[in-house]
């Protein structure tokens, strides 16, 4: 038996985004995503990238534009600008001023406030201030950015700020569930991007000292990609499946026993999550049908029979519904022997 170790894997709309800003010729993009460990096919529509492919791709990016931003500020943000911030930031008093400081920061580069702070007696919201159109129709832009504002705002305060609300443009309700591994939190609906905090989170002070301003900056893009910890349950759940024999195999209430819970209790804290059991499950054979398919080393029904499926069309059919591509077709068209019988 093997154990898949399955990451989640990322919409390639996110990284079509990224490169597009960098205004690449074709010859260096192409260099750019070997480099990565890419090929251009993974740009299409219906494509997903495993993160450790995404997270390199990222660093070229960012060391190719010169731009710790990819782009979608009028100017570049030089690399090492971020951490300098948080070495300036760490000297304020509390996480409200630095919010604020840092959006000014910000404003050097773009000539317009990236958010702003807004507050009541009862809650904060960081509403993000698109300037650009395309700051203004990007998956990316605000799934990185407020991923941004948490974990750094976390990380100043020493400890995981509590959200209580997490807002998409109406446009971004197909990355529902990405949105909601990321921040823990199943994502609503709004006019603009935000998050919502409760006000006593803004007057914590803040507890790091600017030696540690390398470090959180180093490793904050693999923060971005981690499941927040309110989704470290869902995480679990994941790698339970994932080293079930058959793969992803077991049924809710042989995963509700091994995790020590009733059947109802897993539904209810998958609900609470926005998610369900069938869901997450079928995640999971996404992302490795994703990723062995890319490989090219299995043949579709050898794949559908590793993810339980009783026959190669039931895998394909599913497949589609998941990726709007059909098995052979995300693959770029490459056959193996097995395909042909």
């Known amino acids: 038996m093997t154990d898949w170790i399955v990451a989640p894997t990322i919409p390639a709309r996110f990284a079509r985004e990224m490169l597009a800003q960098l205004r690449l010729e074709p010859p260096a993009l192409a260099a750019l995503l070997q480099r990565s460990g890419l090929s251009a096919q993974v740009l299409r529509d219906g494509q997903r990238i495993a993160p450790r492919h995404y997270r390199a791709l990222s660093r070229l990016a960012v060391g190719s534009g ?19 911030l948080l070495r ?21 580069f ?16 960081l509403v993000l201030t698109p300037r650009t159109a395309i700051q203004a129709d990007s998956a990316l832009w605000p799934h990185m950015l407020l991923l941004a504002l948490w974990h750094t705002g976390s990380w100043l305060a020493g400890q995981t700020l509590a959200l209580r609300k997490v807002v998409l443009p109406e446009a971004l309700v197909g990355f529902a569930a990405q949105t909601r591994f990321l921040f823990g939190r199943q994502p609503l609906c709004g006019t603009q991007a935000l998050l919502e905090l409760p006000a006593a989170s803004l007057r914590a002070p803040l507890l790091r000292r600017p030696e540690e301003a390398a470090r959180f900056a180093r490793h904050l893009l693999q923060t971005l990609l981690s499941p927040g910890p309110a989704a470290s349950f869902e ?13 992803a195999g077991l049924s809710e209430p ?26 997450i499950r079928d995640d999971l054979r996404r992302d490795l049908a994703c990723s062995l398919l890319v490989r090219g080393s299995m043949s579709v029904a050898d794949l559908a029979q590793l993810l ?6 039931a895998f394909q059919r599913a497949f589609k519904q998941w990726t709007g591509l059909p098995p052979g077709a995300y693959r770029g068209g ?7 019988d």
């Not at 930031?89 to 404003?107: G, I, K, N, W």
């Not at 339980?308 to 069309?313: I, Q």
């Not at 490459?334 to 395909?339: E, G, M, Q």
């Open 88 to 108: 300036l930031l760490v000297h304020l008093p509390t996480l409200a001023d630095a919010f604020d400081e840092a959006a000014r920061f910000y404003r050097l």
């Open 66 to 84: 010169h731009d710790e931003a990819f782009g979608f500020f009028a100017r570049p943000v030089p690399p090492g600008s971020f951490a300098q």
């Open 334 to 340: 490459k056959r193996t022997a097995a395909d042909d």
């Open 254 to 279: 042989q995963a509700a026993e091994a995790l020590g819970m009733s059947r109802q209790t897993l539904a209810r804290k998958l609900a609470e999550l926005g998610t369900s059991f069938l869901g």
């Open 235 to 247: 995480a679990h759940l994941r790698g339970l499946l994932s080293v079930a024999d058959p793969f």
């Open 110 to 125: 773009d000539d317009s406030l990236p958010w702003h702070l807004e507050k009541d007696h009862k809650s904060a919201r």
């Open 308 to 313: 339980g499926y009783s026959e190669p069309s």
